[in-house]
């Protein structure tokens, strides 16, 4: 499949199978993380890959411990692929999705954002070129302010300098795959 192809294919999943992705792929995720661009070159973020289902649905739910709907103004995102904005009854962040890669970066560091999120996209692309949904969850810098949080990052050897910036959840989607929303091509200008 061509680039823009697996681009254009690439869909949020929030509905997950149980079960679990091979090994073999997730090894190859991410590597596809770390070849992300890093601003200056010095390959800052740090991905960590949870093969455990039971792992994630923990730090699933440590995910939305944090998560403030009072900050909301009015978003909607899907009939199709509910998130937990639009339904408060979900408990776990990553919607029941048996692999996730945390995605962490320096917290001091102009770039950590930025840096986490080109990770992030390499691995949905890299995930969606090998039939495997995804999708990116945020809500991540508060999710291991805790103590359970506290003794995974030590158990995971994350330097104390280091925050998760944000989340890959991945597995096998669970009934259809939506259709792709219309682009608005309008947002492309080119200037001569």
């Given at each position: 499949?061509?680039?823009?192809d ?7 999943i929030?509905k ?19 070849c ?8 800052g ?10 792992l ?22 899907s ?26 970066a ?9 840096d ?11 995930a ?9 969850i945020?809500?991540a810098?508060q ?31 669970d ?8 682009i ?9």
């Open positions: 499949m061509a680039l823009l697996i681009i254009k294919a690439r869909r949020s929030r997950y199978k149980s079960e679990q992705i091979p090994k073999e792929a997730i090894g190859k995720i991410l590597e596809a993380g770390v992300a661009p890093n601003a200056g070159g010095r390959q973020t740090m991905l960590v890959g949870v093969h455990n289902a039971e994630c649905k923990e730090i699933g739910i440590m995910n939305m411990q944090s998560f403030d709907r009072s900050k909301l103004i009015g978003s909607f995102v009939k199709e692929q509910p998130s937990v904005i639009d339904d408060k009854n979900i408990q776990n962040g990553f919607y029941d999705a048996p692999s996730v890669i945390c995605v962490f320096p917290k001091n560091f102009l770039f950590s954002i930025p986490a999120f080109c990770a992030a996209e390499n691995i949905v692309l890299q969606t070129e090998l039939g495997i949904s995804s999708c990116i945020s809500r810098e999710t291991f302010d805790n103590e359970q949080g506290k003794a995974l990052l030590c158990k995971w050897n994350i330097p104390e300098n280091y925050i998760a910036r944000c989340f890959v959840i991945l597995g096998y989607i009934g259809e795959a939506p259709q792709s929303k219309p608005n091509k309008d947002r492309i200008k080119i200037v001569e």
